[in-house]
């Protein structure tokens, strides 16, 4: 809302916050390479897309304060490999390096250059929520628990190595572009609880050649399998 703006404008360099709430990091092509930064203690928010295509951030520090944290805020992070939070905070937490909310019950955001090429989400989680694989290329396999029932807008996009993914029966709802460019992807079983495929949900999977369709999915978007030409269904 205030980019473009003189506010904006006079703002110099670095984290730039308005009020409690952090909102941006201006200029993201001039941070240090691999930086790891601290969110100033007293911030309570952090703005929707705050880091976005920081490609130099490596780690981020979250204070106690901290109480919402807004969409695709880490989209684009290619070097990010841990966001730690401060154990007092009421309201998220990391495992590892990995942001949840604090009850576990979602995923916020598994940091795009983590070295790991398999991971098991807990048990516990219910939501993968927007971006929160978003573009990790280290990824070969991912195991979701049963529990899950919501894959969000974007979740594994562009984790072009996923080769191995097996939606658990819980789930509910796939949204769009949650599997969009995963180019690696060869095969994947819808679950029967899923009533609708959205919008290029598995759009430019362009090595998936076996899908499983259950009965009881009675709406697939027209570009759901955009470009993936070698599909069976």
């Given at each position: 809302a205030?980019?473009?703006?003189?506010?904006?404008?006079?703002?110099?360099?670095g984290l730039?916050?308005?009020?409690?709430?952090?909102?941006?990091?201006?200029?993201?092509?001039?941070?240090?390479?691999?930086?790891?930064?601290?969110?100033?203690?007293?911030?309570?928010?952090?703005?929707?897309?705050?880091?976005s295509?920081?490609?130099?951030?490596?780690?981020?520090?979250?204070?106690?304060?901290v109480?919402?944290?807004?969409?695709?805020?880490?989209?684009?992070?290619?070097?990010?490999t841990?966001?730690?939070?401060?154990?007092?905070?009421?309201?998220?937490?990391?495992?590892?390096g990995?942001?949840?909310?604090?009850n576990?019950?979602?995923?916020?955001?598994?940091?795009?250059?983590?070295?790991?090429t398999?991971?098991?989400?807990?048990?516990?989680?219910?939501?993968?929520?927007?971006?929160?694989?978003?573009?990790?290329?280290?990824?070969?396999?991912?195991?979701?628990?049963?529990?899950?029932?919501?894959?969000?807008?974007d979740?594994?996009?562009?984790?072009?190595?996923?080769?191995?993914?097996?939606?658990?029966?819980s789930?509910?709802?796939?949204?769009?572009?949650?599997?969009?460019?995963?180019?690696?992807?060869?095969?994947?079983?819808?679950?029967?609880?899923?009533?609708?495929?959205?919008?290029?949900?598995?759009?430019?999977?362009?090595?998936?050649?076996?899908?499983?369709?259950?009965?009881?999915?009675?709406?697939?978007?027209?570009?759901?399998?955009?470009n993936?030409?070698?599909?069976?269904i």
């Amino acid at each position: 809302a205030f980019d473009y703006t003189a506010w904006s404008s006079a703002q110099p360099y670095g984290l730039v916050y308005l009020g409690d709430f952090l909102y941006t990091y201006k200029g993201a092509t001039s941070m240090e390479y691999n930086a790891s930064i601290a969110i100033k203690e007293g911030t309570i928010g952090i703005v929707e897309g705050a880091f976005s295509s920081c490609h130099n951030l490596k780690s981020l520090n979250i204070p106690d304060s901290v109480i919402s944290i807004g969409d695709n805020v880490f989209t684009h992070c290619s070097r990010l490999t841990n966001i730690f939070v401060d154990k007092n905070n009421a309201f998220y937490v990391d495992v590892d390096g990995v942001l949840y909310t604090k009850n576990q019950e979602k995923i916020i955001c598994y940091p795009a250059n983590k070295e790991a090429t398999s991971f098991i989400i807990p048990q516990g989680v219910k939501v993968i929520e927007k971006n929160a694989f978003s573009r990790c290329i280290n990824l070969i396999d991912v195991v979701i628990p049963n529990g899950v029932t919501e894959i969000k807008y974007d979740a594994f996009i562009g984790c072009t190595n996923l080769r191995s993914i097996i939606l658990p029966d819980s789930t509910e709802s796939i949204g769009e572009y949650a599997f969009s460019g995963c180019t690696g992807l060869k095969q994947i079983t819808i679950p029967e609880n899923i009533q609708s495929i959205d919008a290029q949900a598995f759009a430019g999977c362009t090595n998936l050649t076996d899908i499983y369709i259950p009965d009881t999915v009675t709406s697939i978007a027209d570009d759901a399998f955009l470009n993936c030409d070698n599909v069976t269904i």
